[in-house]
Nanobody
Framework: QVQFVESGGGLVQPGGSLRLSCAASGTIVSMRAMGWYRQAPGKERDWVALITGGGTTNYREAVEGRFTISRDNAKNTVYLQMNSLKPEDTAVYYC?????????WGQGTQVTVSS
């Protein structure tokens, strides 16, 4: 069973930056398309960014140009660099494969953007 452990969240002021990390068990990071998702209070979990096995990236329109997803296959880790953060980016952030594995969701990492 693949498991993901997210870290790097925190409280940041609008306009600030954070770098999230997602450590995966096994070698799934290098084999699968990986994605970052987020769930804001009272809302459903949504896809935010993805990176394919070949390194192609794609982003939700709301984060395009501000977020960057990357992957270190040797470390089985996926990253999300988040710049120019806005209050509407406040959410719990998760990683998973694309499409997601229902039994592999981790605890997520809380990102709060507030002054």
């Amino acid at each position: 069973q693949v498991q993901f452990v997210e870290s790097g969240g925190g409280l940041v002021q609008p306009g600030g930056s954070l770098r999230l990390s997602c450590a995966a068990s096994g070698t799934i990071v290098s084999m699968r398309a990986m994605g970052w998702y987020r769930q804001a209070p009272g809302k459903e979990r949504d896809w935010v960014a993805l990176i394919t096995g070949g390194g192609t990236t794609n982003y939700r329109e709301a984060v395009e140009g501000r977020f960057t997803i990357s992957r270190d296959n040797a470390k089985n880790t996926v990253y999300l660099q988040m710049n120019s953060l806005k209050p509407e980016d406040t959410a719990v952030y998760y990683c998973n494969t694309i499409p997601s594995r229902p039994n592999s969701w981790g605890q997520g990492t809380q990102v709060t953007v507030s002054s």
